[in-house]
């Protein structure tokens, strides 16, 4: 079955210092994809990144990069040189869109990483 | 800017009462959901419609109910059979049920069953 870990459930970090969240997935399928989702304390979700599982590139955006490696079903989440701002809970979800997917294409979340900056 | 906007922002309710909770999108979005957020337990699908006119059951359904007459417009009516209603509800859109496609979430409604 298709289950998404995130094993930190909360992260405290001084400013400026790197922090890395954990993804762990599990899933039966060969297509399927992975999204990181931001919840500021307002509470609306924000989207970051979306990959598919032919993609293993890693990839940045300015101080935010994502790790995917399929060998050990891990897609990590790396903020450098973090910031207040950066204080959130971060979601990591998986939808499976192959042979296990059917057309609902639903979502599974992990159940959050919460992620204290001070300054 | 198109978006999706939730409403009320805070609720609060007496027990044995049915709550609406509103959410309308201008992003001409096919695909609408329902999630329920309890303190670290990550969010859980309640209902989803991929059309107007259809909607189906997500992984905790009961004690809430749903409908999708308009594309914009996909409300959640908590009601009185829902045992533990106290949460954090967020409603999201999506271009289409692809699980390709990414989620467009509103700002949510708390509510708290007094």
């Known amino acids: 079955a298709q289950k998404v870990t995130q094993a930190q459930t909360e992260i405290s970090v001084v400013e400026k210092e790197d922090v890395t969240l954990d993804c762990v997935y599990e899933?039966?399928?060969?297509?399927?994809?992975l999204f990181w989702y931001k919840q500021p304390p307002s509470g609306e979700l924000v989207f970051l990144i979306r990959?598919?599982?032919?993609?293993?590139q890693n990839e940045i955006s300015g101080r935010y990069s994502w790790n995917f490696q399929k060998s050990t079903s891990s897609f990590n989440f790396t903020i450098t040189a973090s910031q207040v701002v950066d204080s959130a809970v971060y979601f990591c979800?998986?939808?499976?869109?192959?042979?296990?997917?059917?057309?609902?294409?639903?979502?599974?979340f992990g159940k959050g990483t919460k992620l204290s900056v001070k300054p | 800017d198109g978006g999706i906007t939730q409403s009320p922002k805070y609720l609060f309710r007496k027990e044995g009462q049915n709550v609406t909770l509103s959410c309308e999108q201008n992003?001409?979005?096919?695909?609408m959901y329902w999630y329920r957020q309890d303190p670290g337990q990550g969010l859980r699908l309640i209902y989803y419609s991929q059309i107007v006119n259809d909607f189906q059951k997500g992984d905790i359904a009961e004690g809430y109910s749903v409908s999708r007459e308009k594309k914009e417009s996909f409300p959640l009516t908590v009601t009185s059979a829902q045992k533990n209603p106290t949460a954090f509800y967020l409603c999201?859109?999506?271009?289409?049920?692809?699980?390709?496609?990414?989620?467009?979430f509103g700002a949510g409604s708390r509510l708290t069953v007094l």
């Open positions: 979800a998986l939808t499976e869109v192959g042979n296990y997917g059917g057309s609902q294409g639903n979502l599974i």
């Open positions: 899933t039966r399928d060969t297509t399927y994809y």
């Open positions: 990959r598919n599982s032919f993609d293993e």
């Open positions: 999201a859109s999506r271009r289409g049920p692809s699980g390709a496609n990414v989620l467009t």
């Open positions: 992003l001409n979005h096919d695909a």
